[in-house]
């Protein structure tokens, strides 16, 4: 997977995610905070545009265009994106956590359901209004993860040092 590694989110991307996020199951546009900073813990209208922002960062390091396909997620359970030769699902990952210990996480029901073949890392700084591409793990990479319990349910759980580095462009 060729892509950049950092993608500086600017107004147009942090609008974008907004209404992306408030057409998502379970959301109301006037819900969602339209403000940089927000905490997001336990409001699923702002996970929802956290989740759209790394997909956005993602789709404009990607693909070199910031754009979010709805027919392949509309219910949020689905691939985010295809590959660009159209082989791969690819989930999208985001986390506002910026340390050491930043792990890409995926749910044990959500890989059950309907597994990805490509899960991709992106950590969202939001004081500095950029995002980085930490990395990405196979379907494989995944199965054989970890099993840790954040506090809401199980998750297989890979420490972002351990993840497949993309080409970086």
Known sequence: MEMNKEVKIDPEMFKKAHEVASKRVGCKSE???TKW???WFGKPEEHHFIGALGELCFAS???GIALID???SPSGDHQDFKSKDN????DVKTSTWWDDDVHLKVTKREFKKKPKDIYVLVQYIKKQKRAVVAGYATRHDIA???VQNYGYEDVYSIPAKQL???YYS
């Open 87 to 90: 082989k791969w699902t690819i």
């Open 164 to 166: 497949r580095e993309p």
């Open 70 to 72: 709805e027919s392949l």
């Open 37 to 39: 900073e927000y905490n």
């Open 61 to 63: 390091s990607y693909y």
């Open 31 to 33: 819900n969602v905070k």
């Open 144 to 146: 054989q993860a970890d």
